[in-house]
């Protein structure tokens, strides 16, 4: 198989013969910039055929580039968009799974994950308790 990216063609043997992809190649070179209601009439009107964003990359990964409308809300409201520090507040309602007292439970042998995969995952569920982001369960018995 032979594949040309830039060329966007890919040929290949079959049933006894080469065959030949060829994707479509666009001379487009300027992409206009549309308006949202230019978008909603073209999606209404069923042509629509991509959507494509662009965004800059940046060499430094913590940068993070925004419109200035969605920057000047995350500024606004940092509170919300901070790590969280804990679980969420108690809520009127509390989710428990009541059981049925004498009753087995129901027995899976565990999955097996090879050591680096078991590490990786008790190192993120060690994380994730030590920040109180979630709890050890405590299942109740009902008589």
């Known amino acids: 198989m032979e594949i040309n990216w830039k ?17 479509i190649t666009s001379k487009v070179v300027h992409c206009e910039i549309i308006s949202r209601q230019d978008l909603a009439v073209l999606a209404n009107q069923d042509i629509l055929w991509c959507l494509l964003e662009l965004k800059t990359i940046d060499s430094n990964p913590n940068l993070v580039l925004r419109p200035p409308e969605v920057q000047s809300l995350v500024d606004e409201f940092t509170d919300i968009f901070l790590p969280p520090t804990g679980l969420p507040p ?4 509390v989710h428990t799974i009541p059981l049925i007292s004498g009753v087995q439970p129901f027995r899976l042998r565990p999955y097996r994950y090879n050591s680096s995969q078991k ?25």
């Not at 060329?7 to 013969?17: A, L, P, R, V």
């Not at 108690?90 to 309602?93: E, F, P, S, T």
């Not at 190192?123 to 405590?138: A, D, F």
């Open 7 to 23: 060329e966007k063609w890919m040929s290949f043997g079959f049933q006894g013969s080469r065959a030949i992809l060829q994707g």
């Open 90 to 93: 108690k809520r009127a309602l």
């Open 119 to 143: 590490d990786e995952i008790e190192r993120q569920v060690q994380h994730l308790l030590e920040n109180g982001w979630v709890q050890e369960s405590k299942a109740l018995v009902l008589p």
